[in-house]
């Protein structure tokens, strides 16, 4: 099946260390989207990418880095810079038609990180 | 940065009743508008969109919206909720040059039966 698969569901980790979310997309959509979910919050942009071995900060990028060096794989590594990481994270992806706006994003699943 | 706001994030109606949910965006150029629905459990999904033409646009469940340009407003509505219609509803903004995908901060819709 076609589709952006979030992995993994529940993560925890210790404060102080890195950790990588996983997100992969098998719909050949050309960007890619990272957002955190907070309560009250709506959906914050943290990283996006347009094609492959490009990305742009979001409205929260602070504590976080991507990279793109494949375009079904867009991975997000919450640094120990990241002063309150403890939240849920969103993947999306969008076909890029020819340039002219993108169609609508799609999304995981998601990943709920727990930093004790 | 494009901003979107939604006002009014805890809703609460009874059954039959009308909704509309508003949403303002401050990018002045060519977007893409969205609304996306989010039910207890499940992920993000899309209600509907608007891309071009006809200002107002029908989604699925009995959605529909109206995109005002001169006001930077699309607003949802829904003539008759149902207590299935519970559910947070997003409103999303995309601009043309960077497709960067904005939200708002949702509105936490509840339908009492």
């Known amino acids: 099946d076609g589709g952006i698969t979030q992995s993994p569901k529940y993560l925890f980790r210790k404060e102080g260390q890195n950790v990588t979310l996983s997100c992969e997309q098998n719909?050949?959509?050309?960007?890619m989207y990272w957002y955190r979910q907070d309560p009250g919050q709506g959906l914050r942009l943290i990283y996006y990418s347009q094609i492959v071995n490009d990305f742009q900060k979001g409205d929260i990028a602070e504590g976080y880095s991507v990279s793109r060096e494949k375009k079904e794989s867009f991975p997000l590594t919450v640094t120990s810079a990241q002063k309150n990481p403890t939240a849920f994270y969103l993947c999306?992806?969008?076909?890029?038609?020819?340039?002219?706006?993108?169609?609508?994003?799609?999304f995981g699943q998601g990943t709920r990180l727990t930093v004790v | 940065a494009q901003s979107v706001s939604q006002h009014n994030h805890h809703v609460i109606l009874s059954e039959a009743a009308s909704l509309e949910l508003g949403c303002n965006y401050s990018y002045g150029g060519t977007v893409n508008l969205f609304w996306y629905v989010q039910y207890p459990g499940q992920h993000l999904q899309l209600l509907l969109k608007?891309?071009?033409?006809?200002?107002l646009v029908k989604g699925i469940k009995g959605f529909e919206a109206e995109f005002i340009k001169s006001k930077f407003s699309f607003n949802l509505r829904k003539p008759s909720v149902q207590w299935s219609d519970t559910a947070e509803y997003f409103c999303?903004?995309?601009?043309?040059?960077?497709?960067?995908?904005?939200f708002g901060k949702g509105n936490q819709v509840v339908v009492i039966p």
């Open positions: 999303a903004v995309m601009n043309y040059g960077n497709n960067r995908l904005a």
């Open positions: 608007y891309f071009s033409g006809d200002p």
């Open positions: 999306a992806s969008s076909i890029t038609t020819g340039g002219e706006l993108n169609t609508e994003a799609f």
């Open positions: 719909l050949n959509h050309d960007a």
